[in-house]
């Protein structure tokens, strides 16, 4: 049970109070603005703030004092407006209009605080905000990468996307359990077109994956092959950029063919099949090409670099070889897997995915992320420990401890 702070108005306080002490948490002080509240956090020693995202409630100055002490802060929303105050400021919990307090005590539950925000004194934007993950033919595993890329960005504590970009039919929502009668992506698509799509439409056509610090939005593929001429070119490419601006990493699963059957027929003006591919791939700071540890999946893996390389630059390409196991490729897999990608395409540096049937398998089973369905797994580590490695910039020093000043002898 937690120790609790609140800076709420009183018509959400009365709505929360009674099932917050009916779960046994204990209630410190009830404040009315944020800076009360900074002025008694070393009083208090809440382990937890609870607070209205509005600015009465909600400032930087709040955020870096709950940073600096370890304490965890949940906002609390009543509107789009001040949703979007709170994510500009960097919070990452927050709860929406109406939230019971179960939406709230799930934020709780399970795991160590981290910080609220990111490094307020960065400008740069991230290496790789927009990350495709392609693979050939033959489910080599592109969605379960795609899907755990996603919660290692969301549980380092960032805002994530995951979108569902394949043409021949999105696997992502039911990978996590949602609903996919209708499609996020293609509504996004639609909206672009339009020139409709911004802040508001994205927030109403997501889907979200909630987990304890690592939840991420997530925009549905398409239900059926039939309709992939709603992701066109120009529209994905709108709506991707359009993204980029709202979210500090994008994930996309994208289609596994390179074809462009339409120019081979010479028709110039049909629509194109693998458009959403092209443009998730011309969008993206970083691809990674998924490819199975097998003689088949190697040889298709190879052929489709290959390709891949002439499209973008072969620099943005990371390489991910999934299920390696002796008992497809025999004695010492992993050197075999890099002793072939370094001699037929000059690849020297690959991530090796090992051969963790029983994770996956939970993890499909309980429609969740590696991450929360088997947290110490060898996939779920070699995941992340590519995405540290990898993609997420790595972090500034901080100094520890107190520089004493420097005294200086006053001269005669």
Known sequence: ?????????????????????????????????????????????????????????????????????????????????ERATAATLGVHEIAGRGAGWGEIEALLAGV????????????????????????PAGAPGRTTVA????????????????????????????????????????????????????RAELERIAQRYTSPRASFDVYSGLVGANRWPELAHERVTSALETMRGQFEY?????????????????????????????????????????????????????????????????ERIDVIVNRVRQSALGIDAHAQVRQTLHRFAGIDAATLLPHDGRAADAAILGARTLRDAAGRAPLRAALRDYVLRAILPEPAPRRRGFTLPVLRRAEA
């Not at 569902?164 to 672009?192: I, K, S």
């Open 1 to 81: 049970m937690a120790r609790l702070a609140l800076a709420l108005d009183a018509a959400t306080e009365d709505r929360l109070l009674a099932d917050l002490v009916e779960h046994g948490h204990t209630v410190v002080a009830r404040l009315v603005g944020w800076r009360d509240l900074v002025d008694s956090l070393d009083v208090l020693a809440p382990e937890v703030v609870v607070v209205g995202a509005g600015r009465g409630t909600l400032s930087a100055e709040l955020l870096n004092a709950c940073d600096e002490r370890g304490i965890r802060l949940i906002a609390v929303a009543t509107d789009d407006a």
């Open 112 to 135: 160590a605080a981290l910080p609220s925000r990111l490094d307020a004194g960065s400008t740069t934007r991230p290496e790789a905000a927009v990350i495709a993950v392609w693979g």
């Open 147 to 198: 899907v755990n890329i996603a919660a290692e960005l969301a549980a380092a504590g960032h805002r994530v996307a995951l979108v569902d970009a394949d043409p021949y039919g999105g696997a992502v929502a039911p990978a996590l359990g949602l609903l996919d009668e209708t499609p996020g992506f293609a509504a996004a698509c639609r909206l672009a077109g339009a020139g409709s799509l911004d």
């Open 250 to 314: 994008l994930v996309i699963d994208t289609g596994f063919s390179l074809e462009r059957d339409e120019e081979l027929t010479s028709d110039q003006f049909a629509p194109r099949r693998n458009a959403a591919t092209f443009a998730a791939l011309e969008s993206a700071d970083r691809i990674v090409a998924v490819g199975l540890a097998d003689p088949v999946g190697l040889s298709r893996l190879l052929r489709g670099h290959g390709d891949l390389a002439t499209l973008v630059d072969p």
